[in-house]
């Protein structure tokens, strides 16, 4: 790769950074761009030399790669995305406006720009829409010794060598792929096919989901994927690296879900004032409102409330229990669901087993109540008054029923979102602990009446 360096507009402040950086990785490199702004950034990219530019800008941590690019010159931002990954080209060029990416567009060499137009037709979150074109292959009339020289010739264009796709010389359909080690150890006169892999080799549609390609090469046990058409022609490959960092956003962004909010789709310290509240006054809203019912279920039980004031004491805790059982329940769900551990015709498993679990659980929680009582009341330590038995008895009971509707509401909120073909995610803890809060009230009052009629009510 040419290492010439940019015109050194950067001045003082580029000299700075790679004199304050020498030594460093180019992931310290990146942290330390990220830590500038936008236009200090690119004036120090452009007092850099091309390869050191260029690495930089092939890192997805890179915060403002796009802004920094629209930024530059045509002619420097054509070097730069030239040496880039095109992938990565493709992911930066996605985050700029129509007019500023046509003009990076027109710089770019016609093989590029259709590599790179091909990539971004690809949905988001597909083997397509992540895979690089950017793979080593070679006719499968090739020996060895010709396909190590092509591995030499082109390895610094190419996104990783430690596979060697072997085509069909006719149809350029996906035969064999070889690993980097079979290969140095091979014969140079052989045909390369004597050091292929045997079998199929593993590919994916480029519609994929991520979430099923990163279980294609844990299985497989993968440094690259290859990507193929309907005629098993390649269209590229899928690196574990990729697999990575596009798994660790989507991560990210069901954390954020889950607690609560809206996915931020920035760092935290990057995201404005007005946008976090954007983000976060919705949800809490949303939520308020929900609480407001558990508000009505009380006034509704007001006259009961009334009479037995005791009832009012254990409120917290029934309402926590519920809405702690429903958070495990949707919790553990959710991450099977991504996993891919259940699928969504697996709801009536799901329901015969969080039944008794949510049964033997609230029996468990019910039966630590009952003690409580218990014991405070024969210590002296408070006074339920003459039917504390009974209220013993009502919470014991009240505990087993809110505790298995919380499991179940809680394990079943994932799979109906998922039936809307809404994120389940979006089931957080919150929501759920809110939905079985109001429920869970409606539950307590409705065993109390039952227990307590004729004693205390």
Known sequence: MNINRFPLRAGHAARAFI???????IAERVDALNALTVQDAGRVL?????????????????????????????????????????????????ELDAETRARLFAGLDEPVRIAIQHLMGYPPRTAGGI????????????????????????????ETVYAIYVLDEASHALMHVVT?????????DASILTVAQKGVPVAADPLMKQEDVARLIRKHDLLALPVTDDHGRMLGIVTVDDVIDTMIADTTEAAQKFGGMEALGQPYMKI??????????????????????????????????????????FIPLIMSSGGNSGSQATSLII???????????????????????????????????????????????????PHWQMVAITVFAALIGIVTFGSICGSMLPFVLQKLRLDPASASAP???????????????SVALLILSGTLL
């Open 19 to 25: 004199n304050n950086s020498r030594g460093a990785t």
């Open 46 to 94: 452009t007092g850099m030399p091309l390869d050191y530019a260029v690495n930089i800008l092939d890192r997805p941590e890179l915060r403002n790669a796009a802004q920094i690019l629209a930024l530059l010159s045509a002619e420097d931002a054509a070097r730069l995305l030239h040496g880039m990954s095109n992938d990565r080209v493709a992911d930066v060029l996605l």
């Open 131 to 158: 895979m690089t074109t950017e793979f080593v292959s070679v006719p499968d009339s090739w020996t060895v010794g010709q396909t190590l020289d092509h591995v030499r010739q082109v390895e610094r264009s190419r």
């Open 180 to 188: 980097l080690r079979r290969l140095i150890t091979g014969e140079p």
């Open 272 to 313: 404005g004032f007005a946008g976090m509240i954007r983000k976060r006054a919705g949800w809490l809203a949303a939520l308020f409102l929900g609480e407001m019912l558990t508000a009505s279920a009380m006034q509704h039980f007001e006259g009961e409330l009334e009479k037995a004031v005791v009832l009012t004491l």
């Open 335 to 385: 991450r099977a669901l991504a996993l891919g551990e259940l699928k969504l015709s697996d709801w009536w498993k799901v329901l015969v087993r969080e039944l008794p679990t949510g049964i033997v659980l609230g029996a468990i929680l019910g039966l630590v109540g009952f003690i409580r009582i218990v014991f405070w009341q024969t210590a002296g330590l408070y006074d339920y008054g």
């Open 431 to 445: 929501f759920v602990a809110t939905l079985v809060d109001v429920t869970g009230l409606v539950i307590y009052f």
